[in-house]
């Protein structure tokens, strides 16, 4: 099996070594600046020690099995040009909502699968990168076609060493991965701390507390069950991810875009759509928005 993983930042990175070096048929692909690089090999030190030389390509390569690890804005643009064989499955990795929606408009949901990503993983140079924490991948579609080849991806993840579950309800696991970005991604990128401060100060755990209590709310009203207490489900990955940087904490020390608008940013647009109020959501929003308006 061809497995393709599209994108060398931080999640790509750490994907195609570990896949690579289980003996896997890797291709990454990146942007042509980092190919020479990544041609030197991938390494993943911290929880996982891995070091692999996929291949690597500067523009979409064929493939069975193709991992998205971009940012949410860029996935339309990461599927556009995929060469596909009659069972290729592509699954999305990313925070928020929306993104597999977005790649299934573009190359049609019966090849279109969600992957949500609990894990820590840090940046630090093209081709190297290091995993503070991993939990587990949850794989799931909303397509029956699409779900019917799911163990593909299944099998090629628990080759590499990594934990993964099919979801019977992958948008119920989409909304529980959330709760823990709204508490967690915003508030740590407008202050600068790590996860873990945001349980020790009292000021900050209220404000996660009622950013994902808002959430919640919005969840219910829009007919999504969970298997979770949203704010418990976050306290427990703030205690799990402690010493974690967000991501988006990265990327706006970065000068980076954020990915706001399908995390905090998107509870308030559902919310205002089933007639709930998100202040608190809506001034985090504000604020992140300020941040990146400062480094444009």
């Known amino acids: 099996m061809k497995i393709s993983v599209i994108g060398a930042g931080a999640l790509g990175t750490f994907y195609a070594a570990m896949l690579a070096a289980s003996g896997q048929d890797v291709t990454l692909v990146c942007r042509p600046k980092?190919?020479?690089?990544?041609?030197?090999?991938?390494?993943?030190?911290?929880?996982?020690?891995?070091?692999a030389k996929p291949r690597i390509s500067d523009r979409p390569v064929p493939a069975d099995l193709v991992f998205t690890a971009v940012k949410s804005y860029d996935v339309e643009a990461a599927v556009e040009g995929l060469?596909?064989?009659?069972?290729?499955?592509?699954?999305?990795?990313?925070?928020?909502?929306?993104?597999d929606?977005?790649?299934?408009?573009?190359?049609?949901?019966?090849?279109?699968?969600?992957?949500?990503?609990?894990?820590g993983v840090v940046f630090l140079e093209p081709g190297r990168v290091h995993v503070a924490g991993y939990t587990e991948t949850v794989l799931g579609s909303t397509d029956p076609?699409?779900?019917d080849r799911?163990?593909?991806a299944l099998i090629a993840l628990e080759k590499a060493g990594l934990k993964a579950r099919i979801a019977d309800d992958i948008r119920a696991a989409q909304w529980e991965k959330l709760f823990?970005?709204?508490?967690?991604?915003?508030?740590?990128?407008?202050?600068?701390?790590k996860n873990g401060m945001l349980l020790e100060i009292p000021e900050l755990k209220a404000l996660v507390t009622a950013a994902v209590s808002e959430a919640g709310e919005?969840?219910?009203?829009?007919?999504?069950?969970?298997?979770?207490?949203?704010?418990?489900?976050?306290?427990?990955?703030?205690?799990?991810?402690?010493?974690?940087r967000s991501?988006?904490?990265?990327?706006?020390?970065?000068?980076?875009?954020?990915?706001?608008?399908?995390?905090?940013?998107?509870?308030?647009?559902?919310?205002r759509a089933c007639g709930i109020p998100t202040p608190v959501n809506d001034t985090i929003t504000a604020l992140i928005r300020g941040i990146e308006h400062r480094h444009q």
Do not use: H, W
């Open 145 to 147: 076609g699409a779900r």
């Open 150 to 152: 799911l163990d593909m």
């Open 218 to 244: 919005v969840a219910r009203a829009a007919g999504i069950r969970v298997g979770v207490d949203p704010v418990e489900q976050t306290y427990r990955v703030i205690r799990d991810t402690a010493g974690n």
């Open 101 to 119: 929606e977005a790649a299934a408009a573009k190359i049609g949901s019966c090849r279109v699968a969600a992957g949500v990503s609990y894990s």
């Open 34 to 51: 980092y190919r020479e690089a990544l041609e030197k090999g991938v390494q993943v030190d911290g929880v996982f020690q891995a070091t």
């Open 247 to 271: 991501s988006m904490l990265q990327d706006v020390t970065k000068g980076k875009r954020t990915e706001i608008d399908v995390l905090n940013s998107k509870i308030a647009e559902i919310g």
């Open 83 to 99: 060469s596909f064989n009659p069972g290729t499955l592509v699954v999305v990795i990313s925070n928020g909502l929306g993104s």
């Open 180 to 193: 823990a970005n709204v508490g967690i991604n915003a508030i740590t990128a407008i202050t600068g701390l």
